[in-house]
């Protein structure tokens, strides 16, 4: 595993790129239970997944997988000759105005580019949260490329004190929050017509510290890398917590919606989203 990390490690991102495609199209023959996940994925979000999209969609997935081996070599010559800004003007004027923000994005696109393009292109101290990778070597890698731009990176446990006291010293916060997760760390809320799963924790620390949230995604389009924002999302001041918690998860869930449909090939359609979906009190999955 340390050869082929240490090998993976020096090559050029076209290269890196050409790889991630050969892996994705062997993924496409070989997985076939990712297949008819993504398949499923796929009719939920209302998209035909014929066998031209998903070979597409894994090429890009397996992109996104292994653009983890650049993320250290990214520097100012990169982004200027690589990265677009939609409305440019706006997303500045936001970070200046916010010294602290909590910045959702999702497994969709370049995840692994967007806290470097925001620490270097806005000069913000960020922080990212992730998860731990049973893998120790791995995650060792994974964590140490994560932290190589002097983005600070930790997982999931005791989040909500470190993520208080980093909003506190004006971080900003990114996390992913379009993946299903466990019913003890989640409420249910409508993503795509269905009742599913939905991670709680970022949205009631902006509740409960008053800090809105910043959507920000990074695509590849046309051989560029544009990162793309929304509208602040802004917790309700008053009323019941948990109706609170509901309404914001909804508008998250309502900005993943728009950008999916955008980019349903850039998505991470593989992972099982809807393994947790309530009606009726009554919980399943559609897999």
Known sequence: MGFVISFLSKLKLNTLYKLADIIGLIGFYL??????VAKKNCEVIGIEANDDFLKNNFKNIFRSF?????LDKIDTEFIVNNVLIED????FQI???YESLLVVGAHLGSWEFGPVFVKKI???KIAIIGR????????SFVKKQRGSQGVEYFTHRDVALKVSKLLDDDYYIGSLLDHGAMDKD???VDFFGLKTTFIAGIPLIAIRKKIPILPLFVVRENGYYKLIHYDLIFPEKKG???ERLSNLAKKINLVYEDVIKKYPDQWYSIHKRFKRVKKDEETYSIY
């Open 31 to 36: 997985l076939k239970g990712r297949r008819n």
């Open 66 to 70: 292994i653009e983890v081996f650049y």
């Open 88 to 91: 440019e003007k706006k997303l």
């Open 95 to 97: 970070m200046e105005k």
């Open 122 to 124: 806005f000069k913000k």
């Open 132 to 139: 731990r990778i049973k893998n120790k070597k791995i995650d």
């Open 186 to 188: 989640s409420i249910y």
């Open 240 to 242: 019941d917590l948990k």
